[in-house]
């Protein structure tokens, strides 16, 4: 049995078992560590152990690919040096919750943009916790920084491209929409009230389905196009059908639809856009009718009836002149 004061000046005892399992457990941190850096380093994250009363950060992992600089230049960046790294935008939100954490020693997470050695900016997420000594008190931090730029840039470019969309479907004189696998809306965006003379919660609390307004004569062919899409695994429906909205008026629809899945691959959804095409549906009929009765008016047998009438017409004009004088005749 031996014993001494920590630093605290309280008396410990230890016996030899005790500072055998104590350097046993050491020994396995150290392992767990060491493979904890490895995997890390793996992976293209950067790993960091830092002591707050001191400041200084011990960095591990990919330093150089991960922040431009050199093992041996990234060592030198402690706690106030790192805060220049950050965004000017996201300092002082980062460090404020920095601090929080460091006090009530609440694990740490935030999101920002850190300055490379070429005076890049690449999206970084880091996670931290802290350990407490006996008194409560943070005296490590242990961390890792993940590059999420590409990440980040993506869902740029998705928000720019559904902006895109919304404002597309603003000017466009149509619905679009998503279903689930049961063909309920779960997204209606467009002229719904214009098109259907119904609002879209009358869509989604199912006090109104679409099947419902689609003309009787249409309905068949309509299910039919469903249940295709129900059981194809990449299948696109575009189809016309009629419609009567809320107000007894009929509507020409035109209908593209397609098989997706969700982002996590488990269930299928639907999307796609309708489109009145009433307008061009009327021009369409009028012209197809102008034209058959262009096509009755130049057919063989009208030709030939027209003879038959200028014919007939001449040969009456013929007896009123030979009705007159002998000259008549000979012009006859």
């Not at 980040?152 to 929409?177: C, D, P, V």
């Not at 009028?286 to 009836?305: F, I, Y």
């Amino acid at each position: 049995m031996s014993s001494f004061e920590n630093r605290y000046g309280k008396k410990l005892e230890l016996n030899r078992e005790t500072i055998m399992e104590k350097d046993y457990h050491k020994e396995n941190l150290e392992k767990i560590a060491e493979r904890f850096f490895s995997i890390a380093g793996q992976t293209g994250q950067l790993i960091f152990d830092g002591d707050p009363k001191t400041g200084k950060i011990e960095w591990y992992g990919i330093i150089e690919e991960f922040t431009g600089y050199t093992p041996e230049e990234f060592g030198k960046v402690d706690l106030g040096a790192s805060k220049s790294l950050i965004h000017p935008e996201e300092q002082e939100m980062f460090w404020n919750t920095l601090m929080n954490s460091l006090k009530t020693g609440e694990k740490f997470e935030q999101k920002f943009r850190l300055e490379r050695k070429n005076r890049t900016y690449i999206y970084v997420e880091c996670s931290c916790v802290f350990l407490k000594d006996e008194n409560n008190r943070v005296y490590r931090a242990i961390g890792l920084l993940k590059n999420i730029t590409e990440r980040e840039h993506n869902q740029e470019k998705l928000k720019i491209s559904e902006e895109n969309l919304l404002r597309y479907l603003q000017n466009f004189r149509g619905i679009g929409f998503q279903l689930d696998g049961n063909f309920d809306f779960v997204l209606l965006h467009g002229a719904v009230k214009e098109i259907t003379g119904y609002e879209d919660k009358d869509f989604f609390s199912g006090k109104i389905q679409l099947a419902q307004l689609v003309d009787p004569e249409d309905r068949s062919n309509f299910f039919e196009n469903r249940r295709n899409l129900s059981t194809a695994s990449n299948y696109l429906v575009e189809q016309e059908y009629r419609m009567r909205n809320r107000n007894g008026n009929r509507v020409w629809i035109f209908e593209s639809i397609q098989v997706i899945h969700s982002i996590d691959q488990t269930s299928r959804l639907y999307q796609g856009f309708i489109q009145d095409i009433t307008e061009r549906k009327i021009a369409t009929e009028s012209l197809d009718r102008a034209e058959k009765l262009r096509k009755k008016r130049n057919s063989p047998q009208n030709k030939k009836n027209n003879l038959q009438v200028i014919s007939s017409l001449l040969d009456l004009e013929c007896d009123n002149l030979l009705s007159g004088t002998p000259d008549h005749k000979k012009n006859c």
